[in-house]
Structures are given as C-alpha cells and as structure tokens.
C-alpha cells in the first residue's frame, strides 16, 4: 500500500486562492464600495488574516532528536495476523517528520513488565512527501516488547517518538549503482530509498539516475512484505530490480531458494567499485552472514557499526 503524496499547497494553489486571495479582495473591494475612508484598515485587515492563513499552512518538521513527543494512532491497515500498517497523525495537515531519506525514528514505551523504557528502532514506509501523518509497518513477534506493544494498540492511542537517528542520508546519485540485501521488516529503510529514487527520476522531473537491484529474503511468500508495491515500482521503473528469496517456495517458484549466498550476491547485484554501495537490513544473524559474503566477493569489509562512507552499510 503506497503512501499517498500529498505536497503542500503552493502560492497559487486553489488552497491560497479560494482561502486567502479572493476573500481578501472581496473585503477590499466591499469596503471601497461602501466607506472609502476605511479602506487602509480593511487593507491590513486582509494583509492580517492572508498571513495568518499562510503561516497557519506552513510546513512544520515535527521531529525532536533528544525528546519524545506523543503522537496518536490514526488508522491501523492489518496486512495478516502478526503485520500490520499503522498510521500516526501529525499535529498539522501540513506537518512532516522532517525526517531524512535513510534515517529511522526511535519508539520509547513504559511497559509493565521491564523496569525502565524499552527503545527501539523503525524506518517509516511513508516520507516527507506526505504531510500530516506518518506509516510504520511492524510486524509483531511473541518476545518483541515493542511489536506487541505496537500491536495492542487502540486507534486515538498514543506512541512516543524521537528521532531523526542513524548514519545513513541519501541523496540523489550518491552512488552510481545500489545493491540492497533485505530481510523480512528489514525492506523497509530499502523502500524509502527506493521510493525516492524512483519519485525523483528524469521522467518525474527530477534527476536521480542511480540504478538499483534488490535481493529480499524471506522463509514463506506470504512473509514477502509489501510485494505489490515492489512489484509495481519495478515494472515502473526499468532502474530497478528486485530479486525474491525464500526458505520455503512454493511450488513453480521461480525465485531464489534457501539463504542468501555469496553466488546470490555476484549474481543479482553490483560488483565491487568505488561508485557502489551495498545496503543490508535484516535480523542480526542475516546481517553477519552477508558481511561475511560481500567481504569474500571483494567489497570493503564492513564496520562493526556502519558509517555513511562506507561501502557495505548496514542499518
């Protein structure tokens, strides 16, 4: 399910026009009309009221680094028994996170029974693109204190959240070709990105020409995540590829089988060179496994904890 951007309205939207220009000119011509002599007043009076609509309509980044602020679940989208899309309200219609692209927010809970605040890491599917709100997609797992959490939720209750955090900006052309290994919930910091990418195309008016092959790994295809919303940008786009793995295919599968490899790997994404990055999210024995692979295959062994230079990143 992708987001649906929504920009904010520009000077000459029918927002500013119908709220703003004409109500102004009307109280400006009725005063002319009427008392002359009143016609600065009923000037600044619409100058007054113009500014305070523009200013009410600004966009505002919402996000704090070093405090967690309270935001109120709007809509929750079950996409099956232990996943689901929940979607966060902004104070304004006109508000975004203010997060960059490649950067995760942290989610704080008190829960009962952990004697102190329970923080965990989550990259929203949706961006700054689409103000007013912001998606998680979480999946819940039995021992997971946040994702339970997450998943008792009521719609009109509350999350805290800090953020922006992570080493990880993109900006367009950062690299000339991205390789990305993703693992379960782990597409999710992959699609910002390539959402981005593919929204800030030539065609679209931008001018992002990076290439980019996907591996996304995952035991059953019911667990694919976001299928629909891949395969769409993929046939969009003829600068992407994504390339399914599973531990357990069903029959015809067509798709790779069993645990990424380093053949995978050589295979389906970019080879080593200074202008390719490799990009990995996942569970943390996936994450070892692929560090291990792209480190035999000749690429920059990566860090313990990744930095943005570096040419295996890992989230």
Partial sequence: MAPKINKPAGVLSPQYINGVYIPSALLVFGIWIVKKEWLPFAIAAAIFMGSWKVYNNRVKRVLKPKEFQQFELKEKTIISHNVAIYRFSLPGPTDILGLPCGQHISIGAHLPDQPNEVVRSYTPISSDENPGYFDLLIKSYPTGNISKFMASLKVGETIRVKGPKGAMVYTPNLVRHIGMIAGGTGITPMLQIIRAIVRNRPRNGGNDRTQVDLIFANV????????????????????????????????????????????????????????????????????????????????????????????????
Avoid at 234 to 248: P, S, W
């Fill in 220 to 315: 059953n295809l019911e667990d694919i995540l976001l299928k629909d919303d891949l395969d769409s940008l993929a046939k969009e786009d003829d600068g992407f590829r994504v390339h399914y793995v599973l531990n357990n295919p069903p029959e015809k599968w067509d798709g790779g089988v069993g645990f990424v490899t380093a053949d995978m790997i050589k295979e389906h994404l970019p080879a080593p060179a200074s202008d390719v990055k490799i990009l990995i999210c996942g569970p943390p024995p996936m994450i070892s496994a692929m560090k291990k692979a792209t480190d035999s295959l000749g690429f920059t062994k990566p860090r313990p904890v990744s930095k943005m230079e570096d040419q295996v990143f890992c989230f």
